[in-house]
């Protein structure tokens, strides 16, 4: 693998100091970083945004490739002075999305002071999954509201729960899970759907950092009608064939939510994410990635702050 890339290209003096390199696209790039997985602005051009920090450095920062990885920031050496100039890159770092979630939690972590890390989303947008590989990567413990609940009925189903006590007592306890929760430090708690539908839940959950994983109603019912809605009681009372139906029971229950999802520090759309990789389906961004773009807009809010 080279270690030393000679990039030709022109650089443009921007705004100040923002800088925009774009780089003709017949480049001698090494295998790992193919034109593939660089952003094509243009046909015959990649485009590096970024500040231009230091005379003769220009940082990439992490960028999505079009294969759907995050590739850590990559250091060109060049020079604003002229066009065309040469520009080198100077450091690279492997493209093991693992290690890429790792460093930006280590970066981040500091910054969090301990505070929690509450997921909120409509069912079956991957909290839970991705409460455990952000609790991971950040060395914090991981709470499940839902499985909380179960654990305090004696190992009752949510479900179960609902048939015989009806959705306003689990609400209560939903409630009563969160504010313990909420005096405590370093946690990633993945909260029911419905968590965000209560104001005192939001006044519990602001001590920490809200995130709201947005995702497409079509793939929460493909998601959804895979693994069965058994264990999600509020998907039972429509007719159809079970995607169908799924779809119309998510659609009526995401309008009534989607102003109380947004009440969220960060958003992280899945759909987004997707079209920013040209992937075309949203199932096919993998978890790993989607956690990796959770931190980023959590570090995002925390510099806005
Ligand atoms: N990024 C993803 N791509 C594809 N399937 C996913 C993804 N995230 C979660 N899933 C699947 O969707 C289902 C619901 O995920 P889960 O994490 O339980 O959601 P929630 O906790 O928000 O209800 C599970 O079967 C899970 O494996
Ligand atoms: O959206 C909701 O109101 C609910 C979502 C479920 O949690 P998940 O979001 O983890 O599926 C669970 O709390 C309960 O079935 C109610």
Request: contains cysteine; glycine residues 8%; aromatic residues 8%.
């Given at each position: 693998m080279p270690s030393f890339l000679s990039l030709c290209g022109f650089w443009k003096k921007r705004k100040g100091h923002d800088i925009e390199a774009n780089v003709s696209q017949g480049l001698q790039l090494p295998t790992w970083i193919t034109e593939a997985k660089i952003v094509k602005k243009q046909d015959s051009f990649l485009q590096f945004l970024g500040?231009?920090?230091?005379?003769?450095w220009f940082q990439i920062p992490h960028f999505m490739t079009r294969k759907g990885r995050f590739h850590e920031p990559i250091f060109l050496k060049g020079s604003c002075?002229?066009?065309n100039v040469a520009a080198s890159l100077v450091d690279s770092a492997s493209l093991d999305e693992s290690k890429i979630l790792k460093n930006i939690s280590e970066k981040i972590k500091p910054c969090l002071n301990g505070r929690c890390i509450y997921l909120v989303g409509m069912?079956?947008?991957g909290k839970t999954t991705l409460g455990k590989i952000l609790s991971e990567a950040l060395g914090f413990s991981f709470y499940d509201c839902d499985a909380l609940i179960e654990q305090a009925f004696g190992g009752s189903t949510v479900a179960e729960i609902f048939k015989s006590y009806g959705e306003g007592f689990f609400r209560d306890n939903e409630t009563e899970i969160l504010q313990k929760l909420?005096?405590?430090?370093?946690l990633v708690v993945s909260t029911?759907?419905?968590?965000?539908?209560?104001p005192i839940n939001w006044r519990h959950m602001q001590k920490g950092i809200t995130v709201w994983l947005d995702v497409p109603l079509e793939a929460l019912a493909t998601r959804l009608t895979a693994i069965g809605t058994?264990?999600?009681?509020?998907?039972?009372?429509e007719s159809g064939d079970p995607y169908s139906k799924t779809l119309k029971r998510l659609s009526t229950i995401f309008k009534e939510r989607v102003e109380a999802y947004a009440n969220a520090d960060a958003r992280v759309s899945l759909q987004n994410i997707a079209s920013k990789l040209g992937i075309?389906?949203?199932?096919?961004?993998a978890p790993t990635t989607i956690a990796i773009e959770v931190l980023l807009q959590i570090e995002n809010f925390l510099k806005i702050r």
């Amino acid at each position: 693998m080279p270690s030393f890339l000679s990039l030709c290209g022109f650089w443009k003096k921007r705004k100040g100091h923002d800088i925009e390199a774009n780089v003709s696209q017949g480049l001698q790039l090494p295998t790992w970083i193919t034109e593939a997985k660089i952003v094509k602005k243009q046909d015959s051009f990649l485009q590096f945004l970024g500040k231009y920090k230091e005379q003769n450095w220009f940082q990439i920062p992490h960028f999505m490739t079009r294969k759907g990885r995050f590739h850590e920031p990559i250091f060109l050496k060049g020079s604003c002075s002229s066009e065309n100039v040469a520009a080198s890159l100077v450091d690279s770092a492997s493209l093991d999305e693992s290690k890429i979630l790792k460093n930006i939690s280590e970066k981040i972590k500091p910054c969090l002071n301990g505070r929690c890390i509450y997921l909120v989303g409509m069912m079956g947008s991957g909290k839970t999954t991705l409460g455990k590989i952000l609790s991971e990567a950040l060395g914090f413990s991981f709470y499940d509201c839902d499985a909380l609940i179960e654990q305090a009925f004696g190992g009752s189903t949510v479900a179960e729960i609902f048939k015989s006590y009806g959705e306003g007592f689990f609400r209560d306890n939903e409630t009563e899970i969160l504010q313990k929760l909420s005096s405590m430090h370093r946690l990633v708690v993945s909260t029911g759907g419905g968590a965000v539908v209560r104001p005192i839940n939001w006044r519990h959950m602001q001590k920490g950092i809200t995130v709201w994983l947005d995702v497409p109603l079509e793939a929460l019912a493909t998601r959804l009608t895979a693994i069965g809605t058994d264990s999600r009681p509020l998907l039972h009372n429509e007719s159809g064939d079970p995607y169908s139906k799924t779809l119309k029971r998510l659609s009526t229950i995401f309008k009534e939510r989607v102003e109380a999802y947004a009440n969220a520090d960060a958003r992280v759309s899945l759909q987004n994410i997707a079209s920013k990789l040209g992937i075309e389906d949203v199932c096919d961004v993998a978890p790993t990635t989607i956690a990796i773009e959770v931190l980023l807009q959590i570090e995002n809010f925390l510099k806005i702050r």
